[in-house]
């Protein structure tokens, strides 16, 4: 059983930042990889980021390439998630997940999941 937590969500304007953090309860995060998605109101849950357990390859979805930034501290079983050029339709919940196999876009592909952190950015 691995147990993510997320935080550093918050309010902020358009155009602002704001770094999110997951931590992972087991050691054994650094062999998997791992996402972040989101999830407006009243909308499905959708890919934002994933990242290998090395940190050599990350993928994003291309409404957030070229501001948000996912990267990994393995050492404290942490990944993150900078977030820049923030735009009112980022806002949303966001969870953290570690991959268990397939294709790392679907949320089929994910086995654990965190409990979300909420992102509300204001025009």
């Known amino acids: 059983q691995v147990q993510l937590v997320e935080s550093g969500g918050g309010l902020v304007q358009a155009g602002g930042s704001l770094r999110l953090s997951c931590v992972a309860s087991r050691r054994t995060f650094s062999s998997h990889f791992m996402g972040w998605f989101r999830q407006a109101p009243g909308k499905e849950r959708e890919f934002v980021a994933t990242i290998s357990g090395d940190g050599v390859y990350t993928y994003y979805s291309d409404s957030v390439r070229e501001r948000f930034t996912i990267s990994r501290d393995n050492d404290k079983n942490t990944m993150y998630l900078q977030m820049t050029n923030l735009e009112p339709e980022d806002t949303g919940v966001y969870y953290c997940?570690?991959?268990?196999?397939?294709?790392?876009?679907?949320?089929?592909?994910?086995?654990?999941w965190g409990q979300g952190t909420q992102v509300t950015v204001s025009s």
């Open positions: 997940a570690a991959h268990r196999a397939g294709h790392y876009y679907y949320t089929t592909s994910y086995d654990y």
